[in-house]
Nanobody, 115 residues
Framework: VQLVESGGGLAQPGGSLRLSCAAS????????MSWARQAPGKELEWIAY????????HYADFADGRFTISRDNAKNTAYLQMNNLKPEDTAVYYC?????????RGQGTQVTISS
């Protein structure tokens, strides 16, 4: 299992970022995928999951309405669109090959929200 996150960076409050997760080493199109984040000094926090065909998604309360999880099975890639970003969204963001980011994760991508 290999997961490579990208798309992080510095954004201003109220801005947007789109994270990508390139997957390999397993059958992506039959796998549930999820996103989670970890802020400095805090525990890993689950964000959302998406089922294998993309027909069902589920979000943590803080993400509902601001974040959108999606996937492109032809590209073996999962995405996390983040809008109306807040300083408290600053964290390292990870994708994972399971429902609640308990399993194998990538190396993460840093997201920093600051003016």
């Amino acid at each position: 299992v290999q997961l490579v996150e990208s798309g992080g960076g510095l954004a201003q409050p109220g801005g947007s970022l789109r994270l990508s997760c390139a997957a390999s080493g397993f059958t992506f199109s039959t796998s549930v995928m999820s996103w989670a984040r970890q802020a400095p000094g805090k525990e890993l926090e689950w964000i959302a999951y998406i089922v294998d065909d993309g027909s069902i998604t589920h979000y943590a309360d803080f993400a509902d309405g601001r974040f959108t999880i999606s996937r492109d099975n032809a590209k073996n890639t999962a995405y996390l669109q983040m809008n109306n970003l807040k300083p408290e969204d600053t964290a390292v963001y990870y994708c994972a090959k399971d429902w609640f980011a308990k399993g194998p994760r990538g190396q993460g991508t840093q997201v920093t929200i600051s003016s």
